[in-house]
């Protein structure tokens, strides 16, 4: 993708992310976007494969674009139920390793490179939605868009990218050397067609 694939993406996200975010509902506190409800645990394998991906895709044809995703969730998502709590802390550390040496290896040296990595290997479309200084740091509000994890997936009333939540930490800690810390707050599995992460860089 080009930085003007990129852009038109981004531009086409934003609208949506503003009429989702207007339509969401706050249950116990977490935030549910419009999609309907489905009340289950886990993601079944007919629901990981048919991502929703016309940005991404486009450049693949739609089904080897399906077969990639589909590869990668059977491999992140599709665990046994004893592991599912282990499931959420392993999936951030993996994250935050893979993150973490994609830095040191000088694939990644900044937040423009992180855009173009995540979009070359077709991992997402990264936005960086907001960015202001607060007291002792940095916060930014990131959406992130035809998520490899997560797009097309039902709402299950709950975020399951914490593996991109642990890049995330592991890329911005490694290119800042400051502490780092990442919240999805808002998902496709949480009722949306993005995916948003708080971070605060301390
Ligand atoms: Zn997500």
Redesign the pocket.
């Known amino acids: 993708m080009n930085d003007d694939d990129l852009k038109k993406a981004v531009d086409y996200y934003r609208l949506l992310v503003e009429k989702e975010i207007a339509m969401e509902n706050v249950v116990d506190g977490n935030f549910i976007g419009p999609r309907e409800l489905i009340k289950k645990d886990q993601i079944d394998l007919k629901d990981m494969i048919n991502p929703v991906r016309p940005f991404l895709g486009e450049e693949s044809s739609e089904d080897l674009d399906k077969c990639y995703v589909t590869a990668f969730r059977v491999g992140n998502l599709k665990k046994p139920a004893f592991m599912i709590k282990s499931e959420q802390g392993t999936d951030i550390i993996a994250g935050i390793d893979l993150g973490a040496n994609l830095v040191k290896d000088g694939l990644i040296n900044s937040i423009d490179d992180i855009i173009h990595f995540l979009a070359k290997y077709k991992i997402g479309i990264l936005d960086i939605f907001k960015e202001e200084e607060i007291e002792g740091g940095k916060k930014l509000d990131l959406r992130?868009y035809e998520?490899i994890?997560?797009a097309g997936l039902p709402n299950i009333g709950k975020?399951?990218?914490f593996f991109?939540t642990g890049m995330i930490i592991g890329m911005l800690n490694q290119i800042n050397k400051k502490e780092v810390n990442v919240e999805?707050i808002r998902?496709?599995?949480s009722g949306y067609s993005f995916?948003q992460f708080d971070v605060e860089i301390k």
């Open positions: 992130f998520c994890e997560c975020p399951v990218c991109e999805e998902c496709w599995t995916c």
